[in-house]
């Protein structure tokens, strides 16, 4: 099993800035795709960043030029640093990491986080 564990989140004014962290834990070999999704209340859940192994991020357009996602693999942690944080940004956001490979072999997919809270106020 793989657990993930997000932190950072917290309540911030408008250009303000946040890092979020998020720490895979578990029987992990090696982890394809983590990522930061986001829901705002009332709305769906939607991509925010992706990053795959080889350190290639894919960013939604509403983020893009404000947000940077990176990771570690061996610590099998990811990053988001937000800058220029707007008051849409407000939500909660959850960690992925997709297509994990265990030591045993077993793969797991889909793996999310119980989420950080991120308030932006103008």
């Known amino acids: 099993q793989v657990q993930l564990v997000e932190s950072g989140g917290g309540l911030v004014q408008a250009g303000g800035s946040l890092r979020l962290s998020c720490a895979a834990s578990?029987?992990?070999?090696?982890?394809?795709?983590m990522g930061w999704y986001r829901q705002a209340e009332g709305s769906a859940r939607e991509l925010v960043a992706e990053i795959n192994r080889a350190g290639n991020p894919n960013y939604a357009e509403s983020v893009k030029g404000r947000f940077t996602i990176s990771r570690d693999n061996g610590k099998n942690t990811v990053y988001l640093q937000m800058n220029g944080l707007e008051p849409e940004d407000t939500a909660v956001y959850y960690c992925?990491?997709?297509?994990?490979?265990?030591?045993?072999?077993?793969?797991?997919?889909?793996?999310w986080g119980q989420g950080t809270q991120v308030t932006v106020s103008s």
């Open positions: 992925n990491a997709d297509r994990v490979r265990s030591f045993s072999g077993a793969y797991y997919y889909n793996n």
């Open positions: 578990g029987s992990i070999d090696r982890i394809n795709l």
